[in-house]
């Protein structure tokens, strides 16, 4: 398994933060979350997750009747704005991992590629074959993985793009406090900003 780093800290909440931090596939679900919703929101729903069902086995997930699993989705607090159709893109998720990987998430980034480890490029692509990651999302993942969790196979940066720059406040990748979080926000808002401007 690939090496973890430490601490950290991406919604506030110490114990919701500790399982992102010491489950791998916690951080994954979570980022699969970030998508019309505040970041630290996301990143709260596995624990949610975890809480109603007693577990986040992939397994468990990917067996769960789909009906039942909405209905923990959707439960207030739901684990997302779209609750429902994010339960259906979170099982998703779970069977990929399950079918592709056997269950272990961190073989995403620790089974080998073509010649030997996984390279940036190779384990973005993995990412990118997920159900619910695109290109943008499949970097930023990559991004905190290398910037926050120790996992730095060759050419990480480049295939994360500027989501891998040092000192930058472009997603949840660099979310390390509260004030770091509003900056990202911040950051956020901005680009949104522009790219309605100059449409």
């Given at each position: 398994?690939?090496?973890?780093?430490?601490?950290?800290?991406?919604?506030?909440?110490?114990?919701?933060?500790?399982?992102?931090?010491?489950?791998?596939?916690?951080?994954?679900?979570?980022?699969?979350?970030?998508?019309?919703?505040?970041?630290?929101?996301?990143?709260?729903?596995?624990?949610?997750?975890?809480?109603?069902?007693?577990?986040?086995?992939?397994?468990?997930?990917?067996?769960?009747?789909?009906?039942?699993?909405?209905?923990?989705?959707?439960?207030?607090?739901?684990?997302?704005?779209?609750?429902?159709?994010?339960?259906?893109?979170?099982?998703?998720?779970?069977?990929?991992?399950?079918?592709?990987?056997?269950?272990?998430?961190?073989?995403?980034?620790?089974?080998?590629?073509?010649?030997?480890?996984?390279?940036?490029?190779?384990?973005?692509?993995?990412?990118?074959?997920?159900?619910?990651?695109?290109?943008?999302?499949?970097?930023?993942?990559l991004a905190l993985l290398?910037?926050?969790?120790?996992?730095?196979p060759q050419g990480w940066?480049?295939?994360?793009?500027?989501?891998?720059?040092?000192?930058?406040?472009?997603?949840?990748?660099?979310?390390?406090?509260?004030?770091?979080?509003?900056?990202?926000?911040?950051?956020?808002?901005?680009?949104?900003?522009?790219?309605?401007?100059?449409?």
């Amino acid at each position: 398994m690939a090496p973890m780093a430490t601490d950290l800290w991406i919604t506030g909440d110490a114990d919701t933060d500790t399982l992102l931090a010491e489950d791998p596939f916690a951080l994954l679900v979570g980022m699969l979350l970030d998508q019309q919703y505040p970041m630290e929101h996301a990143f709260a729903g596995p624990r949610k997750i975890k809480d109603r069902l007693g577990t986040l086995d992939p397994h468990a997930i990917a067996d769960a009747d789909p009906d039942e699993f909405v209905a923990l989705a959707t439960t207030p607090p739901a684990i997302h704005r779209y609750g429902r159709s994010m339960a259906g893109r979170v099982q998703a998720v779970a069977r990929a991992v399950v079918d592709d990987y056997d269950g272990d998430v961190t073989r995403i980034w620790t089974a080998p590629g073509a010649e030997g480890p996984p390279t940036g490029a190779e384990v973005l692509a993995r990412l990118q074959a997920l159900p619910g990651f695109g290109k943008q999302k499949a970097q930023i993942f990559l991004a905190l993985l290398g910037k926050q969790r120790g996992v730095q196979p060759q050419g990480w940066r480049e295939a994360a793009g500027h989501y891998a720059d040092e000192g930058s406040r472009r997603s949840i990748a660099d979310v390390t406090s509260a004030e770091s979080l509003a900056e990202v926000r911040a950051f956020k808002k901005a680009a949104k900003a522009a790219a309605k401007s100059s449409a």
